[in-house]
């Protein structure tokens, strides 16, 4: 089977070209092949499919096996990968994702994608639909025990559902020890990605992200989404400017419109090509796919 390996400012996955391959049992084979020793190591994996609604389709699966509903780092992989992998000419795209269809802008320099801009459509805030097991209208700001020590939390669903907290010194946290409470929390039927952010100026934020399924990541997309809206709501920045977001992998540039839109613009990176062995695969016996 061939594949891609690409990454977003370090949120790095393995991509599967669906119309010339085919995965049967795709929550194994993200489990086998993102384990860093005895696989290709990844945050996961993400089949590129044909789509009836869409140009394209995503699946996307976490490294635990767990399918997920979005991530913003590998849709503007995506964008990068069909236009010069031929899969398309078009410079405006759209996908199609378990939450809902995303539209790409592609930036493209010199017949390659500089960037791309990804419509994220609205944040979700109700806390039912998020999900948060709560009755209030919005959770913004709400003191959470986690693991003994009281956090301020905010909750955001970008197709995914995130808790941010806004915390000094983010460098120190061992999120190791602390992201597993927060992403089991029971506040979450569904787990939680949690995003730590630092606040530098009213424009710039700096973040870590614990997400569910796969740990501490370099970076992600609809989490620094989240974030974005959760400083707004917040008063610490302002609806319809641009927030620089600093990430272990590097900058995402997010805009949270008055009409509730979410816009982020970033880079995408191929890393290689190769071909995995199907024979052992389908012989590898330790592994466990997580379910929730």
């Known amino acids: 089977m061939k594949f891609t390996k690409m990454h977003g400012i370090g949120n790095d996955y393995i991509y599967i070209n669906c119309f010339e391959e085919k995965v049967a049992e795709p929550e194994k084979v993200s489990v086998v092949l993102s384990d860093v020793r005895k696989g290709i190591g990844s945050d996961g994996l993400v089949l590129i499919m044909p789509s009836d609604i869409a140009d394209f389709r995503m699946r996307i699966f976490n490294a635990d096996g767990s399918e997920a509903m979005m991530c913003g780092n590998a849709t503007r992989c995506i964008g990068k ?45 109700v806390p039912k639909d998020i999900p948060v097991n709560s009755k209030l209208e919005r959770f913004i700001d709400q003191p959470v025990e986690v693991n003994g020590q009281i956090y301020n939390m905010t909750c955001v669903s970008m197709g995914n559902p995130h808790s941010v907290i806004f915390t ?115 012989s590898a016996k330790e592994y466990v796919v997580c379910r929730s």
């Open 168 to 282: 000094d010194n983010i460098d120190s946290l061992d999120l190791e020890k602390i992201g597993p409470h927060f992403e089991n929390h029971e506040l979450f039927p569904n787990r939680v990605n949690t995003e730590f952010i630092e606040v530098i100026n009213d424009h710039t934020l700096k973040m870590r992200v614990w997400e569910r399924g796969s740990g501490e990541t370099f970076a992600c997309g609809t989490g620094a989404c989240a974030s974005a809206v959760a400083a707004v709501l917040n008063g610490i920045c302002r609806h319809d400017e641009k927030i620089l977001i600093h990430l272990r992998g590097g900058d995402l540039a997010i805009t949270y419109n008055s009409d509730e839109t979410v816009i982020m613009e970033g880079p995408a990176e191929f890393i290689c090509d190769g071909t995995v062995d199907d024979e052992y695969i389908n």
């Open 81 to 125: 990968y069909v236009y010069e992998k031929g899969l398309t000419e078009k410079t405006n795209i759209t996908l199609e994702t378990n939450s809902g269809i995303k539209i790409l802008k592609l930036n493209i320099i010199d017949g390659k994608v500089e960037s791309v801009t990804v419509d994220m459509g609205r944040a979700i805030l």
